[in-house]
């Protein structure tokens, strides 16, 4: 099932309808979703379909030689090419007699790193060949410190080569929620603070299966398909697997600036930044700053960007000797109850920005915003550090839009109102204010009535942000 990705396929077929050779990259991280991206966008179309594989040159070419001859025509005694120039210029000459294909080379990292010097005769293939074909041809791979470096970076041979380039995310929590087994919105939330959107992590759900069993058989079995996952991405991508990992519990466990993360981790105080920037490369973390405050401000923290590896390294690692003394189970049972319930509220706050970043795309906001984020700092009446949950504004039209979020079943709707209005007024430079209260069942009738009367005051029920 494909779901999604609509941005991601308008952009790949505005560049097929030019009819001329493009060069387009698409890389993140894996299982993420960039095979089935491709596949969906060449559904319609002749394709060549290479993916490589962590073998030697002599076998990732004699497996391309194999898909090119099938794909073309050609008997397969005509035997395997000599050399990757040999390849290209195979494709090159078959391009000139046909209508124009998709040639996609996934993985194209693994096959680098079997043969170095493949970049570099990419490059000459593409500006003594390709240009002249009207070949889609899209680079594929999941390493994105290579694919940044390797193929994009300004060293590379391929640099100035591309025409496109698409660095695939995870699913935003509304096309994540059409992965999974339920369509309750409440458990929805749940769900998606717990695997994400990494379609690959979704798929693995069972819908005859409640949350819980799933998250015991697939999490907290040593068997199941993620309960290895973040580590084994880990390895993947980077050289010191388990000190990013000691890393991500510190950050997991609370530690929010580099120097209590340092601490925690065992890491030196003065390269936890370098590796902090990689983590945040991966999309794994992510640095936040105060809404408002500048890119060098010294108030940012860091947190856990992705929701299943944020759940993974909250609850999962903890308990991993549990997991492999086979208490799995029980392990389970301690990742549920009020922390969970605490945990889910966190992530209910970034579904909540998700919803008004969307709201803002379809126009239904009263302004176009120019940021986003979260607030902290000091309230002079409180005399204490407040937050607010959510924000997005236009620094320009001084507009504002100022969000509360409450992930329980009952609260003080009054007083969480009086809270969000009061604190809204701390955030300076504005004159309009809109107030959102982001209510997991919404609020009682007087409470309603009272909204209304407000005018700038508007209450989104976790129904509404699914609707």
Known sequence: MFVGRSQELKSLNRLAARGTFQMVVVYGRRRVGK????????????????????????LNLRAFSREAYRFFGVPESAGAFDDWASAFSFVAAQARQRDPFVFAFDEFPYAAQANPSLPSTLQIAIDHSFKQTGIFMIVCGSNEGFME?????????????????????????????????TDDPESLVTYYATFGGTPYYLLQLDPSLPYEDNVRNL???????????????????????????????????????????????????GTVGR???????????????????????????????????????????PYADMVENGLGGAAAQLALGDA?????????????????????????LPFVPTEFGTWWGPDPEAREQVDVDVLVGNKYEKALVAGECKWRNSFDETEAIRILAHRAELIE???????????????????AKKAAAMGNLRIVTAADLYA
């Open 35 to 58: 095979t089935a991206l491709i596949q969906e966008f060449a559904r319609d179309k002749p394709t060549l379909f290479f993916t490589a594989q962590q073998k030697s040159d002599a």
């Open 429 to 447: 430079g504005y004159t309009s204010r809109t107030l959102m209260l982001f209510a997991k069942h919404g609020v009682s009738e007087a409470t």
């Open 275 to 317: 590796y902090l920037k990689t983590l945040t490369d991966l999309g794994i973390v992510e640095r936040v700053r105060p809404f408002g405050e500048s890119e060098r401000g010294r108030k940012s923290i860091y947190r856990l960007a992705d929701p299943f590896f944020a759940y993974w390294y909250r609850f999962v690692s």
């Open 219 to 269: 999490c907290f079995d040593m068997a199941g398909a993620l309960y290895a996952e973040p580590q084994m991405l880990l390895r993947q991508e980077l050289r010191e697997p388990a000190l990013y990992s000691s890393i991500l519990d510190a950050v997991a466990s609370g530690a929010t600036v580099p120097k209590r993360i340092a601490d925690r981790s065992g890491v030196e105080e």
């Open 340 to 364: 969970l319930s605490t945990y889910v509220g966190k992530q209910f706050e970034s579904i909540c920005l998700q919803w008004l970043v969307g709201e803002a795309r379809e126009g239904r």
């Open 149 to 181: 470096s390797e193929v994009l970076g300004a060293k590379s041979p391929l640099y100035g080569r591309r025409t496109g380039q698409v660095r695939l995310r995870p699913l935003e929590y509304r096309e994540a929620a059409r992965l999974m087994p």
